[in-house]
Structure formats: C-alpha cells, structure tokens
C-alpha cells in the first residue's frame, strides 16, 4: 500500500499538466520546503589599491566599495602611526574614498566592514605600500615669508628640477594665490624651473597676500615627487613709484602718488645705456665693488690702467635689474647730474640723495625708465612688467586667476 500510495502522488501530481504538455523546469525550481530559511550572499568589499599592491603612486585615491547593502566601517591606517586615516562616505553609503595624498614608502592597512541588504556582514582587510621617490621636489619663493614689498612685486617660484611643459598647468593647479583685496593675476614661464605670478595692474597698497602650495602627492616624473606642502604671507606696503627720465636727466619719486623728492641724474653714457621700462626693485645693498671686467668684455675695461678699467666699491646701492643695473651714490658725478650721461649704465645720484632714496625704497617699488633707447626684456631678466598682461600667461589651459573666494566673481569680461 505504501508504494501504491507513493506511485499515486507522483500520478496526481503529474497530472496538473494539460495532456500533451509538461511542466515547466522553473516551477519545480521554486518549491521551497516550509521552515527553510533563504540563504543571501555576503557582499563583497573591493579595496583600490588591491591587496599586496606595491609601488602604489602618493597620488592614487584609497578607494572601498560594496557590491550590495552598505558600508559599516572603513579604518585606513599608515604603519607606524595609531591615528586613522579620513575618509568620506557616498550618500548611498556604498562607496568610500580617502583621496588625500599619501606618504612615500609607506605601508598602509585597510579594514573594511559592510552588511548586505538582507543583513549579511563581511569584513575586508588589504595592505599596500607606496613608491619611493627617488628625489623630492622642492621651491623656493620670493618675497620671503612676512616680508613687506612694492606695488610692483611679483611672485617668482624657482624649483629644483624642470617641470615637464605637460605638467606645467597642473602644478600651478596646486598653487592658489590669495589676496585681500582680490585682484586679477596670472602666471608666467620663464623656463621649466622659474615661473613668475603678477597682477594685471600694480598691487594695491596694504594688499595681504597669502601663497599656498599643495604638491604633496604631485609627480614631476622620472621618481621626483612632491612630499610636503606650504603656505608663505607677504604684505604690500605704501604705493612707491619713481620716474627717470633720461630726456631732462631727472627722477621725480612718489609716495602713494604725491610728489616726494625731484632728483637731477646721470644715466648710461654712449655705448653703456640704461635699460628702460617697468622696473622694480629687487634689493639694496650698502657697498657693492663694482667692476668693469668681467662686465665689458674689453682689454680697455680687464687691463689695470686700461681707460675702461674700474674695481671700486660704490655706496647706497639700489638694485633695479637683475643684470647688474642700480641707483646709487656717485659723487663723481655730481657736476654732470642733471645735464649729461656719464655712468656706465647704473643711475647716478649725489650721496644724500642717494641715502634718502636708499632709505625710502623697499623691495618691489616701481622705478619707470624712459628715453634711454635700451629696452627692458626677459633676457635682461625685467619682463614681467614689460608684457601687456593679456600676453603674460604663457601656461595653456590656466590664463588669468582670481585671487578672491572662487565664485564672487567672474573672469569673464575682465579688461586686462
């Protein structure tokens, strides 16, 4: 009776199909034995770098997602140190980044937890190490740190290894110039290891400027890296703008645009001009022994006795160019002050002039030559206020930059 009974229920159950039919293979799958509990896959946690990665690079984002459900905990921690890591957490709570950069050859640990849907946990756990960098990129800025300058001032970065022409614009990316007040500015080349910020017009006087360098996790190429980042503060002090005009050998000195001091002046003789243009001054100097040779390349000038030669110390020296140009005292040459050219190049002035000047300038006064016929160029080193300002970017991709809170105002139709 038993197996009759068994070989029945398979009978009766075999005949809900239609005669000439059979049941579908899906119908059998869906039976489900009463009290049996559904089973749900744990998710699964994805690390980026993956597991055991080495020489990961100090730019690569920290990445862990979760294939379903939702990330309960993430911990990244570097060896040998107790603090973790930050991160942010997706709105859907299904991915978590830390994209800060990270430090070179270091090893680095990630544990992860995450619950599925149906309430599932899974906990990951990943290492990897980072790159070493085979040199370290490194900056240097002026003007200095805290230091008070001229209207006329520029930013000049110098590094120590040539940025790639590709990588030029990303840098400076990195590098955010702030003002109060704002202005409009922009960057300039000069080769792969200088570059030079300046405003579109002369900063405005008591302007505070602050200069931050984010290039820890920049890669310059070939193993150099950028491994810290910085932040320098400089002050503009009083508007000081000096005119020399070599057609009535005088210079007339301003002070925030009033009239301070006229001074008569000797410029560059025949053969030995000054250089004219917007020039600003770059230091001073209380004796600087000036000497005709190497300067002039001649037998008259490296000959002791030759009637070119000279290896004397001059006094109150204001530098104006970075080729050996300055203002200072030559009471050799008061007689020819304001009446005829008689330096060899340099602006002559008396000696309590040229105190007074030398007391009143500071680093980055403007100091305008006109009528010399020798004009100022990048090659002499004095280009950045030579350029009209819509030609001074040379940075494809960046152009002119804002150094007020991003979103208060617009490049757009700015006049330059």
Known sequence: MLAGGV????????????????????????????????????????????NSTQAVGLDAPVVVTVSTGH???????EAGSSTALPGAMSADGRSWEMSQPLDQAAHYTVVATATSTAGSTSTSTSTFVTVSARSRLLTGMTPLDGAVVGVGETIDLRFNTAIPAGERAALLQRIQVSSTPAVIGGWHWLNGNIVHFRPATFWPAGTHVTVTANLKGFQVGNGIWGLGDWTSHFSIGAKHVSLINNANHTMRVYNNDKLFATYPVSLGKGGFATIQGTLIVLYKTPVVVMKSCPTFHTPAACIPGGSQYYSDPVYEDTAISTSGYFIHAAPWSVGSQGRADVSHGCVNLSNSRAVQFYNFSIPGDVVQVSHTGYNAT???????????????????GLGAVWTGPIGLSSLAGQDS
């Open 7 to 50: 070989a029945l229920g398979g009978l009766l159950l075999t005949s809900c199909a239609l005669p000439g039919t059979t049941a579908p293979v899906g119908n059998v799958a869906t039976v489900h034995v009463a009290g049996a509990p559904a089973v749900a896959a744990p998710p699964k946690i994805a690390v980026s770098p993956a």
């Open 71 to 77: 990330i309960d905990t993430v911990s990244l921690s």
């Open 378 to 396: 990048y090659s002499d080193g004095e280009g950045d206020w030579q350029l009209p300002f819509a030609a001074f970017s040379n940075t494809a």
